[in-house]
């Protein structure tokens, strides 16, 4: 089943007006709901709207709240989410980062106070679509363990990479662990194994069995302790910067929320080089030499983008049908 | 055998005066070098001193030269090393994005063509030390295959972290490889095997036999495809906000030089929060918590750093006596 994205978002915007959204609010959310599906990453557009909308009426996410700026100094700014919609709350930050950059060639945005931003590739593609390199991270609920630990301490905190460039955006967007739960969770279900190594077992045992990492909490992090390292100062930056909770702040209360997050923005049209040609040697020399195997980060998403516009976006009937009657 | 830090040190500088470097350029060189190998990292201490002279000697390195500013645009900076010894040239960057970030909150200095700054980890210390926060990063030769190809295309682009804290700063010093071709080559003499899979062999398996990854030519990124992608975004920033070489034109050299490099700092001291408490927060939670199997990135580096002072740098024989040689 597909449904074209005009009509996807267009679902989203009556829902979120419906549940308070201003008009221009609820066309952003929408579009960055939708655009995530559009993109393949339907775990973070259509099937985690549902949550998003149970977190609203939860009173998590707070739909009017506007994020605010509590400290300048040049280009460096600590913003307050007050808890509002995340996507919204990253976009607008990842807008200031490029106000800064714009003004000061490089600008960073630090929010605390804010929830879950939904897909992070979303503002790398935003910042790359505006001709600004962006550079983003959050942090999360504790949900791996740190190296040598059992217990989940780190965050996955997924960081984003966003370049410009004309024949396709460069966006990097991952998270820190070696496989998300969604993940896990679907391979469980589908009754199959990982492709690598991706967790330990309950007898502490490295092992590609989905099911098994579910049950010890214990996903890898990317390179064993070098991932783990990574998450760690990505959570620490996150919440120096901020003033916001880290990980082990977030992790005392029962649902993920109160996140930390840094955007940084770089104008490279304030550089004095060819920046363009820098971009397009390297993936030149990667792509055409290479041929298909290879992919650049974003490349994939911009494949899928163009088949999901054209024929539609794939949906799960359950989450569709969720939304249309909510 | 184990030789006092000052003693390496003044060693170093000895020789480094005799071929020509001026007496503060010297010093600084010389305490870079003794420190690496100082904080357990002998690979891009002593054991590369050697090299180093080599290099100098065939004219890859230049002694007097010094990294020129190409353009400004406020906080963000364009640097030319003039292939300068590239720990001299690291060090200048940082403290140049370090005076950067005093002024506007933030600052980066981006440094082409220079040459291979050794230990990574040098310049997280530095901009901690300082009490700022330093971000930075290297390109290097291509040494990995993008994910899916065959033939080295990546490097593996050394990614640091230093964060300023009072009982022991945070330093993640971390390449994209898993590891690096150094470990390979020493556990391949050792007739050991990795922990865990580091590449792929010949028949394009993934192993944990150091030999086989040496023949092949194939290690792997951190988290496979991940750490792949992360490697590519480091490369395509450090060519872009410099203007230097990406990866695959360092490549086309017989040797590695002419690298490009990132330096970002932040000045806490700018921010409105208690950003200390932030970090000790994190720190304490996972080291108290989780007791000695967990370390934080950077904290068995101190640990070595206090023994070797005490007990003085183990140093491996043949090293010692080509250095007291030269």
Same sequence: chains 1, 2.
Avoid at 119 to 130: F, V
Avoid at 194 to 210: E, F, K, R, S
């Amino acid at each position: 089943m597909r449904i074209p994205y005009q009509q996807m978002k267009q679902e989203f915007e009556r829902v979120l007006k419906k549940f308070g959204f201003s008009p221009a609010d609820a066309e952003l959310c929408a579009r960055l709901f939708a655009g995530a599906s559009l993109d393949g990453v339907y775990s973070h557009g259509l099937n985690r709207f549902p949550l998003f909308i149970k977190y609203i009426r939860q009173g998590w996410v707070k739909v009017g709240a506007k994020p605010e700026r509590l400290h300048a100094f040049g280009p460096l700014e600590q913003w307050h989410g007050h808890l509002g919609p995340g996507n919204l709350n990253a976009y607008h930050s990842m807008q200031r980062a490029m106000e800064l950059a714009a003004t000061h060639g490089i600008g960073c945005v630090a929010l605390g106070h804010t929830n879950h931003w939904m897909r992070a590739g979303s503002y790398g593609w935003q910042a790359a679509e505006q001709g600004f390199v962006g550079i983003c991270w959050t942090n999360t609920i504790p949900n791996m363990p740190a190296w040598g630990g059992t217990r989940p301490r780190l965050g996955n905190n997924p960081l984003v990479v966003g370049i410009p460039r004309q024949g396709g955006h460069i966006v990097l967007d991952m998270a820190m662990s070696q496989f998300s739960y969604g993940k896990l969770n679907a391979l469980k279900l589908a009754g199959e194994q990982l492709p690598v190594v991706g967790g330990y077992d309950q007898a502490g045992q490295l092992t590609t069995d989905p099911a098994a990492i579910l049950e010890s909490w214990r996903p890898l992090p990317i390179g064993f302790w070098k991932g783990a390292g990574l998450s760690l100062v990505l959570d620490v930056l996150a919440a120096l910067l901020s003033g916001g909770k880290a990980a082990w702040q977030i992790g005392e209360k029962p649902i993920e929320y109160a996140l930390s997050q840094v955007f940084i923005a770089i104008d490279p049209t304030k550089l004095a080089t060819d920046w363009q040609a820098s971009v397009e040697g390297v993936i030149q020399n990667l792509v055409e030499e290479e041929g298909e195997g290879v992919f650049y980060p974003g490349q994939r998403s911009l494949r899928t983008r163009t088949e999901n516009l054209e024929k539609g976006i794939p949906v799960e009937k359950q989450y569709w049908e969720q939304v249309q009657q909510m």
